[in-house]
DNA sequence: TTCCAGCCCGAATTATATGCGGATCATGAA
DNA sequence: TTCATGATCCGCATATAATTCGGGCTGGAA
């Protein structure tokens, strides 16, 4: 379980992954040596998963965001294992999930421009024997809250 | 535009936000010092928008995502600019997406359980007047593809 | 009480980050 | 072609930071 340091270090390394040890020791006041073995046990337990930029996707030219909701049939491991491995190497996915409901799966793209969903429907999705059902949802603004406040013990919810 | 040594820049660290500027100096074969002016012209040009810890949720108590798609009435700007400040103030949205489609809103969502979804939904989005219709998809499985390519200049699509 | 595990700290040692002067190179004007 | 200009790069010197390690403190078990 995380002890009320560990979730400070975590929500700092949320804040900024980029954070010298030396600056994050002291926001959670400790000493470096210390902030360094709780980081490095973080790590190893599994709480930090990685360190990741956040970078403007339009400067990559992908400026246009999508969901599209997939539905696969049939909805067995034999089709879904390798539908999943294929959207994961598609260049315009950005996150993939599998869900519960009508919809079996919520792939996020990225796309430079409506041309380019277009064809990446057509040529990347629909032409799939087992892509039974596609809506795209074109995405106005996306917000990611890139900290989250434990639950439960150091949580008062 | 990014040259090709601010595009290996950008993957590197959406690998390892946390790598040493003389590592990336040296796996993008410039000399640390230059490879500090350009991380610094990166982060000035919105490029680099932040560096995130990407941390493990169940280790924080809320285990279970979802997505909330949610119906507003009327889609005003009145309506909606409150509407998104309050959703991102709830602790347990993770992203906000807002959407073109029959939906308006995607939410994604990170709870400790059935029972705390239920209540998410109940006491924080159809106790509101605004909210028309709500449908909730639990995910199963959600994968988040870190490294982007760039399309264009740089990549060959 | 004694031992031990779990945490924490500070000092010394390495290693890294950073500021700067100056070299190199591509470009475009004369 | 020649020269000025700006952009980019490098290496060195110095300031900072990361990391290791020995040892102290505390609470619980035996």
Redesign the interface.
């Known amino acids: 379980m995380?002890d009320s340091v560990d979730a400070a270090i975590?929500r700092e390394?949320?804040?900024?992954?980029?954070i010298s040890n030396k600056d994050l020791a002291s926001k959670v006041n400790l000493a470096p040596s210390t902030c360094l073995e709780r980081v490095r046990s973080l790590k190893a337990?599994?709480?930090?998963?990685?360190?990741?930029?956040?970078?403007?996707?339009g400067?990559?030219?992908?400026p246009l965001?999508a969901?599209i909701a997939v539905r696969i049939r049939p909805h067995t491991r034999e089709v879904v294992d390798p539908f999943?491995a294929y959207t994961?190497k598609l260049?315009e996915?950005?996150?993939?999930?599998?869900?519960?409901?009508p919809?079996d799966f919520?792939v996020q793209v990225?796309?430079?421009d409506a041309a380019?969903l277009q064809r990446l429907l057509l040529d990347g999705f629909t032409s799939r024997r087992e892509v039974a059902h596609l809506?795209?949802?074109?995405?106005?603004?996306?917000?990611?809250?890139?900290a989250?406040?434990?639950?439960?013990?150091y949580?008062l919810?």
Do not use: C, M
């Open positions: 995380l975590v390394l949320q804040n900024d992954a980029r337990r599994g709480v930090l998963r990685g360190f990741h930029a956040d970078v403007d996707l400067s990559l030219g992908r965001l969901f999943i994961l260049p996915t950005v996150a993939l999930s599998h869900v519960a409901g919809d919520l990225a796309v430079r380019h809506q795209t949802h074109l995405i106005f603004s996306h917000v990611h809250k890139w989250t406040e434990p639950y439960g013990p949580g919810e």
